[in-house]
């Protein structure tokens, strides 16, 4: 972890570090006109050019090639096979048109070629020098030929693109998966990060990976759109910001609740429907010294009983599944347990799959952690199954670098696993893309529970 309260910074590539966004525009304007004008000469129907405001922004800005062709067709109505990514840029399919685009881009930039901003060079080399690793995420499969091309090729430490995703099966924008997978490769936590983006469905997709700082950047006269879509904070250009300004975001106080109570009721009870989300440790207990300490109250447990025969109510929590389930002893209510690995409701229960394949793994590093540090007086080595916890709030200070360079040096010899830091604690949990936010939101996909109608609290 650096010295500041955040340890890495995600950006994307094209609109935030180099100015290629005008290239694939131009692009995908080419690729579709042509097709839109085959219709027109083959089928009769009306031609309606492909426009920036109305097609490329909405539509294909950010998203991943196929995906924005399949976007874009499904504005206009027309349904077409999809095809394979193998198809030929002349294949009237969904990879066809997507293929056409990328064969024009590259076409394009070789004849062009991208343009780079100083000003987000600058705040790299800036976040690099204060120890801020750094990350780059992209939909685009050119990502590492467009960095190359620009000299740029050694200026982040992980690149997740297009052509990584294909390979680890992510999901692209709106989905956080890029951004949270670039955060892990390179040892650090969403909360304690910052996605820097340019597109809608890239702040989106910053919001939904559950980064402590969206941070975006208006190249498109776009300010309210990324706001509205996710975006803590909204720059013209990476100049306006540094080191010192993302410190002060992430150490800024938050507001008492009850200050701005009548902002706070208008928004929970704007919607019909109320869903709760209950962190335990900390919240429906105090923090205490030892995990098995915490036990919930009954006035807190009759009000999690009376507010779940009103609303919706999931708890989760880091502690095995069935440890929190036996604790509250709630029937009826939904528990997300080893940071929503682990799922139980009414009718349902399951555990990530990928997680499974981690228990022999974790199950060894337990026996290593109990090897290594024995005798550290106050240590407790919480084991979960899925994940294993190393608490050190009742150790002498002084035995602490000692158990962080044994847990980090244990976790990098697992491909399969990864760090994470809590409160007096080290957490070795499974190295997929997969956390409470992903647990919350699997649970309201379950449920059926439509996010534009409901209001979702989640307290921790």
Wanted: charged content about 30%; some cysteine; aromatic content about 8%.
């Amino acid at each position: 972890m650096s010295k500041y309260s955040f340890d890495s910074v995600i950006f994307d590539l094209d609109g935030v570090v180099t100015n290629t966004a005008h290239l694939h525009a131009k692009a995908w304007k080419m690729a579709f006109d042509q097709y839109m004008r085959l219709r027109e000469k083959r089928d009769g129907e009306k031609f309606a050019e492909f426009t920036h405001a109305k097609d490329y922004l909405p539509y294909v800005d950010g998203k991943p090639r196929y995906k924005g062709v399949e976007s874009f067709l499904q504005s206009r109505k027309i349904k077409i096979p999809f095809g394979d990514s193998s198809d030929s840029s002349e294949k009237e399919t969904v990879c066809g048109l997507g293929n056409k685009k990328n064969q024009l881009f590259n076409e394009i930039l070789e004849k062009d070629g991208a343009e780079v901003f100083q000003s987000s060079v600058e705040l790299i080399k800036e976040l690099k020098k204060a120890g801020i690793r750094v990350g780059v995420a992209s939909s685009s499969k050119n990502c590492k030929g467009i960095l190359e091309s620009v000299g740029l090729g050694d200026l982040f430490e992980t690149r997740v693109d297009g052509v990584v995703s294909v390979e680890m099966g992510l999901k692209g924008k709106p989905e956080g998966d890029i951004f949270v997978a670039a955060a892990n490769n390179i040892g650090t936590e969403p909360i304690r990060s910052v996605v820097v983006e340019d597109a809608t469905s890239g702040v989106q997709a910053g919001r939904n990976g559950g980064f402590g700082l969206v941070l975006g950047v208006a190249r498109e006269n776009n300010r309210d759109e990324l706001l509205e879509n996710g975006a803590d904070i909204v720059v013209s250009d990476l100049c306006e910001t540094s080191v010192s300004r993302i410190e002060e975001w992430f150490k800024r106080e938050p507001r008492p609740l009850f200050d701005s109570w009548q902002d706070v009721k208008n928004l929970l009870f704007a919607k019909k429907k109320l869903v709760f989300f209950l962190d335990y440790d900390g919240t429906l207990t105090p923090i205490v010294s030892r995990p098995e300490l915490a036990v919930i109250s009954e006035e807190m447990q009759d009000t999690v009983r009376k507010l779940s025969k009103l609303h919706t109510v999931g708890v989760v929590s880091g502690r095995m599944r069935d440890d929190v389930e036996n604790l509250v002893g709630i029937n009826d209510i939904f528990y997300a347990g080893s940071h929503g690995f682990d799922i139980c409701g009414p009718g349902f229960s399951v555990i990530q799959p990928k997680a499974k394949e981690a228990i022999p793994q974790v199950a060894k590093v337990i026996d290593k952690l109990e090897k290594d540090l024995n005798g550290i007086e106050g240590l407790l080595i919480e084991k979960k199954k899925i994940s294993v916890a190393v608490h050190y709030r009742l150790v002498d200070q002084k035995h602490l670098p000692r158990i962080e360079k044994l847990v980090r040096d244990t976790v990098k010899q697992y491909k399969s696993l990864r760090l994470m830091s809590g409160k007096k604690v080290f957490e070795i949990l499974p190295n997929i893309s997969w956390d409470k936010g992903q647990a919350i939101r699997w649970i309201m996909d379950c449920l059926k529970i439509s996010w534009d109608e409901s209001s979702v609290i989640y307290i921790g």
